[in-house]
C-alpha cells in the first residue's frame, strides 16, 4: 500500500506539499498540484482518515445512537440515516446504547474522541446540560431531550387515539394497552392518547394498561398477564409493531382467534408488519423520511447553514390490514 511518502517521491516534492494538497491548504502551484494529483492516482493511493481526523480535529463522519438496534423501528432508521449521510458525503458510527445511560454517556466520548462532526441520538436519558458540553452539532430524533435542541418526533399522541378510536368503530367494547417503557417520551405520549378515548368508560380501570417495555419478549409476558385479569378484551392497541407482534402469538397460544375475536393495533409501520400472518393494523410512522429530515438538519448544522427550523413532528396514518 503506497504511502504519502511515496507519493512526495514520485511527484518529486516534499511531503507537506503532498499534505497541502490532500488538505485542500495552503499555496501550492499549479504544475506542482497536477504532478501530486498524478502521482496519487498512478499510486492508488488512499489517505489515512483517522490521521486527517486527528489533524484536523474533524472528520466527514456522523454518530448514530439508537436504544435498541434489534427493534427493526431503529434498524430502519439507521439504514435512512446512512442513505442520506452517504448522499450527501458523510460516513456514520453506529452505536446501540440500550437505553443504558453509561453505555451512552460512553459511546458519546468515544464518538467525540474520534471527532465526528456531529451526532443524531435517540435517548431518554441524555441531558440539555450533557448535550451543550458536547459542542458539537447534536439533532434528537424519535424523543426529545429539551426545547431548543433540534429534533425530530412524530404525532405520538394522535396516532394512538386513532388507533384506538379504530378499534372501537370495529366493535370492540373493552380496549387493553400494551404501553413502551416508563418515562420514554413518546410511550407516554402514546399511552395518553389511548387514555384520552377510554379512561371514561365503565369498564376501565388502571389493570387494562400493562407495560410491553417496547420489547416483543416482555409484551409476551404482559399480554398473558392481561388475559388473565381480562379475559373478556377484544381490543389491544400496542405502543409498537413488535410488542403487537408478541401479542398476537399469546393470542393464538391461547386459542384466540385474530381478528375474529380479539383485534390487534400496532404502532411504527415496520416491514416485518407486512410479512407475518396475520399482516398487522398499524399507526405508521414515516421512518425513512424521520432518519433522512434528521441527517439532513444535523449536516446543515455542521455546515453552518441557516435551519428553516428545529422542531419537526411529522404526521402518521392507520393502515388497516388482517388483524382487525
Given at each position: ?136 452539532p447534536v439533532v434528537s430524533i424519535d424523543r426529545e431531550i ?136 398499524t399507526i405508521v410512522q414515516p421512518i425513512y423520511e424521520l ?34
Amino acid at each position: 500500500m503506497a504511502s504519502i511518502k511515496d507519493v512526495a517521491g514520485l511527484a518529486g516534492v516534499s511531503v507537506a506539499t503532498v499534505s497541502r494538497v490532500l488538505n485542500d491548504k495552503g499555496y501550492v502551484g499549479q504544475s506542482t498540484r497536477e504532478n501530486v494529483e498524478q502521482a496519487i492516482k498512478q499510486l492508488n493511493y488512499k489517505p489515512n482518515e483517522v490521521a486527517r481526523s486527528l489533524f484536523k480535529k474533524k472528520s466527514n463522519t456522523i454518530g448514530l445512537i439508537v436504544p435498541d438496534i434489534m427493534n427493526p423501528f431503529f434498524t430502519e432508521l439507521a439504514r435512512s440515516v446512512e442513505d442520506t449521510a452517504t448522499n450527501l458525503g458523510y460516513n456514520v458510527i453506529l452505536c446501540n446504547s440500550d437505553g443504558d445511560s453509561e453505555k451512552e454517556q460512553s459511546y458519546l466520548e468515544v464518538l467525540r474522541q474520534n471527532y465526528v462532526n456531529g451526532i443524531i441520538v435517540s435517548s431518554n436519558t441524555l441531558t440539555a446540560n450533557q448535550v451543550e458540553e458536547l459542542n458539537i452539532p447534536v439533532v434528537s430524533i424519535d424523543r426529545e431531550i429539551s426545547k431548543g435542541l433540534p429534533t425530530i418526533v412524530v404525532e405520538n399522541h394522535k396516532g394512538a387515539v386513532l388507533a384506538t378510536q379504530f378499534l372501537q368503530s370495529k366493535g370492540c367494547t373493552k380496549i387493553a394497552h400494551i404501553r413502551g417503557t416508563d418515562g420514554v417520551v413518546n410511550a407516554e405520549e402514546r399511552c395518553s392518547g389511548y387514555l384520552e378515548v377510554v379512561s371514561n368508560e365503565p369498564w376501565f380501570s388502571d389493570s387494562c394498561i400493562v407495560n410491553g417495555n417496547f420489547d416483543m419478549q416482555s409484551s409476551i409476558e404482559a399480554t398473558k398477564e392481561l388475559f388473565m385479569n381480562h379475559p373478556d378484551v377484544d381490543g389491544i392497541f400496542a405502543a409498537n409493531d413488535i410488542m403487537a407482534i408478541g401479542a398476537i402469538k399469546v393470542a393464538h397460544q391461547l386459542g384466540k382467534k385474530v381478528p375474529e375475536q380479539i383485534k390487534i393495533v400496532g404502532f411504527d409501520g415496520i416491514t416485518l408488519s407486512t410479512v407475518m400472518t396475520p399482516e398487522l393494523t398499524t399507526i405508521v410512522q414515516p421512518i425513512y423520511e424521520l432518519g433522512e429530515k434528521a441527517t439532513i438538519v444535523l449536516v446543515n448544522q455542521m455546515e453552518q447553514q441557516p435551519l428553516e427550523k428545529t422542531y419537526y413532528r411529522l404526521d402518521v396514518e392507520l393502515i388497516e390490514r388482517n388483524s382487525t
